[in-house]
């Protein structure tokens, strides 16, 4: 059983997407293990997209993380990781297929619906950013 955390971004948060979203993980076999809305500082943005510090898109993506709040989450399942990132589709929305959660919805590189983690390492690591382990069930 793998786990990995899934963000729904602001731009899916205020367009009332989050049922549809998680509807999505759930008719895909993975399971909610935690779930928290929360509003992003943006130190605590920063902090969490660490690895995109130096890149020229830091600010632009630290300050649309903090325009409203996001919906952070633990899925679980077999190959959760893949098959998370597999409905989310591409990061650039241009290139996310139809059928995918960006793909359908996503409108534009920042405002791109959903975060997922990248590997089993990050997935550890982002899972403890948001959650205590006593939160995940
Ligand atoms: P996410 O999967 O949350 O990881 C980092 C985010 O940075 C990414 O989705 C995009 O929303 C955003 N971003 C903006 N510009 C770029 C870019 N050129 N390459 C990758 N990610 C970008």
Redesign the pocket.
Same mark, same amino acid.
């Given at each position: 059983m793998e786990q990995t955390l899934s963000?729904i971004?602001p731009d899916g948060v205020s367009r009332n997407l989050v049922g549809e979203i998680i509807r999505r993980f759930e008719q895909a076999g993975l399971r909610v293990a935690a779930v928290r809305k929360l509003h992003l500082s943006a130190r605590e943005a920063g902090d969490f997209?660490d690895v =995109?510090r130096q890149?020229p898109?830091f600010g632009?993506?630290v300050s649309?993380m903090t325009s409203g709040p996001v919906v952070a989450m633990v899925l679980e399942g077999p190959g959760a990781i893949a098959k998370n990132r597999d409905l989310m589709g591409a990061?650039?929305p241009k290139d996310a297929a139809k059928g995918t959660i960006r793909g359908d919805f996503s409108e534009s590189?920042?405002a791109?619906t959903v =975060?997922?983690s990248d590997g089993p390492q990050t997935a550890a690591q982002e899972i403890a950013f948001f959650f205590a382990r006593r939160e995940i069930m």
């Open positions: 963000i971004k997209y =995109h890149r898109f632009d993506l649309f990061t650039n590189i920042d791109n =975060h997922g």
